[in-house]
């Protein structure tokens, strides 16, 4: 560390902390409360370890214990640590749904970021929501920061076999209701589910983007798959921690390392790992907080001719605990970069470009991650489809979906609320059959609101009974990053905006044909227009607070459904004085 005078005042905690004058007795004594000595306030740079752990967030709530680590890294490279809270987003917990408040708690780490004394941050976050929220955030304060995850929990287990997170829940629910299990097993099976800390183990949304921050290059080598429970998660926590303070001194910034090229890894890695189509939102998300110009069509260009490398639930055998043992994300991005599919000069946080972080990764069971010349699944790129129902794109994972309704033309079944469909799915006299496409509204992020996870509608009973396993159904929500189906998510502009989703009636006829990217509806222009004259938007859910804020701002789904007045970054300057 370089001790010069000149070098302190380059510190932006020393407009806090260098003072010596009243202002700076205030910032030094209040804090000399907890015992920080005279010394910890002259020239060492100052890090945030920002903390989502909460205990109404279980996949979080290990945090303290990563955070002591991160603290003991901070303190040996000469850092000053200090922790502090921000929002927590429990996925399972929150309702409507925890997308609801990403953007609320984005905006709680960019302000606490810019109004406290700090040069870098450690961004601690796990469960789905906290990971982009923390890094929407820290982008537009724009000081040095290494993204932390809390790693997944180590696989489920229940009476011999392995379970997975939500896609195992889904069997024995049905299990239950169908009576082959008790109670008492099923209480027993959730204890055996979620038997450690951790987020979820499957290739979920939060495991998707644990492997987005190692892939963006702004998380350390082996990011995304080290359990929560393994000693190795916390050395990693102690590496970034001992990383950041350097991290200052070369004053590199999220917007260093959150380039267009990073952001194209990602997009690329995410087609290799079978990743959450939640990703495509929160990737635009971010991107819009550094300035770079990402659009859907980047997701489907840029992930056409990648396979997915990893055999892991929800579409495959295994769990993030077997991907972390078979070498983790380095061995994938190993694989991108000897096919021309990574943009190997990204720099990251630890100073070293991707290609250096993993070039010579080594795969340790090509049963979890398989060769890309005997890839798990061929291709398996989020595609994009546009057409007169989705003006603005919506998606599919065609690696979840059925091949033969990949080309289908089916009559609408509509339903206007999920309330609606919730009820109607189990009506046995709901007019439908199994080459029907149900259409699902009001559920994007203004009608909802906050864009809930029920895009995988459950097909009706009746149809069920006869053994139908999957139908196309279209929606301007999104899903679980760990359900499957021929689903068609994120149409935009959504109903409640006055998307051509909201003009579908019951009998129109729907061409998906995903080779072609289109989604058609056979409607014309003339009647279409007739049906829009006639259209009047729902009244909005809240008149007043956080959600009427929230339903006036969030952008559509193919911008990230970031707030229009959050898109960009400010940076940190020094606020104004207090007195
Ligand atoms: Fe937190 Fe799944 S509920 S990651």
């Given at each position: 560390?370089?001790?010069?005078?000149?070098?302190?005042?380059?510190?932006?905690?020393?407009?806090w902390f260098g003072r010596q004058d009243k202002m700076g007795f205030y910032y030094r004594s209040f804090l000399k409360n907890s015992g920080f000595p005279q010394d910890q306030?002259?020239?060492?740079?100052?890090?945030?370890?920002?903390?989502?752990?909460?205990?109404?967030?279980?996949?979080?709530?290990?945090?303290?214990?990563?955070?002591?680590?991160?603290?003991?890294?901070?303190?040996?490279?000469?850092?000053?640590?200090?922790?502090?809270?921000?929002?927590?987003?429990?996925?399972?917990?929150?309702?409507?749904?925890?997308?609801?408040?990403?953007?609320?708690?984005?905006?709680?780490?960019?302000?606490?970021?810019?109004?406290?004394?700090?040069?870098?941050?450690?961004?601690?976050?796990?469960?789905?929501?906290?990971?982009?929220?923390?890094?929407?955030?820290?982008?537009?304060?724009?000081?040095?920061?290494?993204?932390?995850?809390?790693?997944?929990?180590?696989?489920?287990?229940?009476?011999?076999?392995?379970?997975?997170?939500?896609?195992?829940?889904?069997?024995?629910?049905?299990?239950?209701?169908?009576?082959?299990?008790?109670?008492?097993?099923?209480?027993?099976?959730?204890?055996?589910?979620?038997?450690?800390?951790?987020?979820?183990?499957?290739?979920?949304?939060?495991?998707?983007?644990?492997?987005?921050?190692?892939?963006?290059?702004?998380?350390?080598?082996?990011?995304?798959?080290?359990?929560?429970?393994?000693?190795?998660?916390?050395?990693?926590?102690?590496?970034?921690?001992?990383?950041?303070?350097?991290?200052?001194?070369?004053?590199?910034?999220?917007?260093?390392?959150?380039?267009?090229q990073a952001f194209e890894n990602a997009i690329r890695t995410l087609a290799a790992i079978g990743g959450s189509t939640n990703a495509v939102v929160h990737l635009l998300a971010?991107?819009?907080?550094?300035?770079?110009?990402?659009?859907?069509?980047?997701?489907?260009?840029?992930?056409?001719?990648?396979?997915?490398?990893?055999?892991?639930?929800?579409?495959?055998?295994?769990?993030?605990?077997?991907?972390?043992?078979?070498?983790?994300?380095?061995?994938?991005?190993?694989?991108?970069?000897?096919?021309?599919?990574?943009?190997?000069?990204?720099?990251?946080?630890?100073?070293?470009?991707?290609?250096?972080?993993?070039?010579?990764?080594?795969?340790?069971?090509?049963?979890?991650?398989?060769?890309?010349?005997?890839?798990?699944?061929?291709?398996?790129?989020?595609?994009?489809?546009?057409?007169?129902?989705?003006?603005?794109?919506?998606?599919?994972?065609?690696?979840?979906?059925?091949?033969?309704?990949?080309?289908?033309?089916?009559?609408?079944?509509?339903?206007?609320?999920?309330?609606?469909?919730?009820?109607?799915?189990?009506?046995?006299?709901?007019?439908?059959?199994?080459?029907?496409?149900?259409?699902?509204?009001?559920?994007?992020?203004?009608?909802?609101?906050?864009?809930?996870?029920?895009?995988?509608?459950?097909?009706?009973?009746?149809?069920?009974?006869?053994?139908?396993?999957?139908?196309?159904?279209?929606?301007?929500?999104?899903?679980?990053?760990?359900?499957?189906?021929?689903?068609?998510?994120?149409?935009?502009?959504?109903?409640?905006?006055?998307?051509?989703?909201?003009?579908?009636?019951?009998?129109?006829?729907?061409?998906?044909?995903?080779?072609?990217?289109?989604?058609?509806?056979?409607?014309?222009?003339?009647?279409?227009?007739?049906?829009?004259?006639?259209?009047?938007?729902?009244?909005?859910?809240?008149?007043?607070?956080?959600?009427?804020?929230?339903?006036?701002?969030?952008?559509?789904?193919?911008?990230?459904?970031?707030?229009?007045?959050?898109?960009?970054?400010?940076?940190?300057?020094?606020?104004?004085?207090?007195?």
């Amino acid at each position: 560390m370089d001790d010069s005078p000149n070098h302190k005042k380059t510190l932006r905690s020393q407009a806090w902390f260098g003072r010596q004058d009243k202002m700076g007795f205030y910032y030094r004594s209040f804090l000399k409360n907890s015992g920080f000595p005279q010394d910890q306030f002259e020239g060492k740079p100052v890090i945030g370890i920002c903390n989502s752990g909460s205990e109404l967030t279980p996949c979080n709530a290990h945090f303290s214990a990563i955070a002591e680590h991160v603290r003991y890294g901070v303190l040996e490279a000469g850092g000053f640590p200090l922790e502090f809270p921000v929002s927590s987003l429990g996925e399972v917990t929150m309702r409507p749904t925890a997308m609801l408040f990403r953007n609320l708690a984005s905006m709680d780490v960019e302000e606490a970021i810019r109004a406290h004394p700090l040069d870098g941050v450690v961004l601690l976050m796990g469960c789905d929501k906290t990971t982009p929220a923390l890094l929407m955030g820290a982008a537009s304060a724009d000081l040095p920061a290494i993204g932390v995850s809390g790693g997944p929990q180590l696989r489920g287990v229940y009476r011999g076999q392995i379970i997975g997170s939500g896609t195992s829940i889904i069997s024995m629910s049905e299990q239950l209701r169908a009576g082959e299990i008790t109670i008492q097993e099923f209480h027993e099976a959730e204890g055996g589910m979620n038997r450690s800390s951790g987020h979820c183990m499957t290739m979920g949304t939060a495991s998707t983007m644990a492997s987005m921050v190692e892939a963006l290059g702004i998380g350390m080598p082996e990011n995304a798959a080290i359990p929560a429970a393994d000693a190795r998660r916390n050395q990693l926590a102690r590496m970034a921690g001992r990383r950041i303070v350097d991290m200052v001194r070369e004053d590199l910034k999220p917007s260093d390392i959150l380039t267009r090229q990073a952001f194209e890894n990602a997009i690329r890695t995410l087609a290799a790992i079978g990743g959450s189509t939640n990703a495509v939102v929160h990737l635009l998300a971010i991107a819009g907080r550094v300035g770079i110009e990402l659009t859907l069509e980047d997701f489907d260009r840029l992930g056409r001719d990648v396979h997915c490398l990893v055999d892991l639930m929800p579409s495959g055998r295994f769990l993030m605990e077997d991907f972390y043992y078979a070498g983790g994300l380095p061995v994938v991005l190993r694989a991108l970069g000897e096919r021309g599919l990574l943009n190997k000069d990204a720099p990251t946080v630890n100073g070293r470009s991707i290609w250096e972080n993993v070039r010579e990764a080594s795969c340790w069971n090509s049963e979890v991650i398989t060769p890309f010349e005997e890839p798990f699944k061929p291709e398996a790129g989020i595609a994009i489809l546009t057409g007169n129902l989705a003006p603005d794109g919506a998606v599919i994972k065609p690696s979840a979906a059925s091949p033969e309704l990949m080309r289908h033309t089916g009559r609408a079944v509509v339903f206007e609320s999920v309330e609606e469909m919730h009820h109607a799915v189990n009506d046995d006299d709901l007019d439908i059959d199994a080459s029907c496409i149900m259409v699902l509204k009001h559920c994007g992020p203004k009608g909802y609101p906050g864009m809930a996870e029920v895009g995988n509608m459950p097909l009706p009973a009746k149809l069920l009974r006869q053994g139908v396993r999957d139908m196309i159904r279209i929606s301007d929500a999104r899903m679980s990053g760990t359900a499957y189906g021929t689903v068609v998510l994120h149409v935009a502009p959504e109903a409640t905006a006055g998307g051509p989703l909201a003009l579908v009636r019951n009998g129109d006829l729907i061409t998906l044909d995903v080779p072609a990217r289109s989604l058609h509806l056979h409607v014309d222009e003339a009647e279409l227009a007739v049906r829009r004259a006639a259209w009047t938007p729902p009244a909005p859910h809240a008149e007043r607070g956080y959600t009427r804020l929230y339903i006036d701002h969030v952008l559509q789904a193919d911008r990230g459904a970031d707030f229009d007045f959050l898109v960009g970054r400010s940076g940190s300057p020094v606020p104004r004085d207090n007195h």
